[in-house]
């Protein structure tokens, strides 16, 4: 089984992030990206259906992400066979078209019985990935998902619902799976293994295919978060900061009585 797992850097969320002077974007100059955490468990359950079956796990990400090999050389060092990094053609980072058709020319010339990426981005929390993905490759597709196990010429995935309701489903392959989260924690890549999937030079250039136009909403102005005027502590034994709850919901007429 051959499974790709695309990758995406977004900024760091600890950073101070601060919008462009035409407010229609995030100033990327000062920020630091790291892989996207819902990618890492993608990653990650994709691993472990390599510990399981003798899977091929292919690392793969898009030129235009700022410090987007440094992910993919952590993949190699977590465990991935191998790396892809799709560029314009020329090795340069300016791709046109969107991310799923982009990808989706990728696998096209380069085939996976299987597509685990992340359900969501941190930048967006559009979770459009896997279902644009899928629609462009003609395959079944399943998000929201917290396990994945090989079964043959199809996966057993376990997809999660609202109130932690959980359910089973048998996938045929090929498929493209949106990961919510892996069956454990993401493991740990040292710097030193790191470093060494660096000299290695493990990471191979792969030329996107034709710009795929598709319509998108453009971004007219981005605003800050709107900032509150205080937080009001509550101090006291239990009870007293229960009956001073109960006092600010009547208050708001959340509550009668």
Known sequence: MRIVVP???VPDLVEEIELTPDETGIDR??????????DAQALEE??????SSGAEVVAVGLASDPEIDQALYTALAKGADSAVK???GGGGTALTGDRAALLAGYLAAEPADLVITGVQAADDID???PPMLAAHLGQPHVSVVIGVEAAGDAVTV?????GGRVHELQVGLPAVIGVQAARQAPRYAPITRIRQAMQAGGLREVAS???QAAPAPAVRR??????????????????????AIADLLRGRGLVKG
């Open 209 to 211: 295919g034709p710009a």
């Open 86 to 88: 799709i560029t314009n």
């Open 127 to 129: 979770g459009q990935l």
């Open 7 to 9: 990758m995406k850097a």
């Open 46 to 51: 994709a691993l472990l259906v390599k510990d």
């Open 158 to 162: 376990r997809q999660e619902f609202a």
């Open 222 to 243: 981005m605003f800050r978060p709107e900032q509150t005027s205080h937080a009001e502590m509550l101090t006291g034994s239990a009870d007293d900061v229960a009956g």
């Open 29 to 38: 100059e000062f920020l630091k990206f790291v892989v996207s955490e819902w």
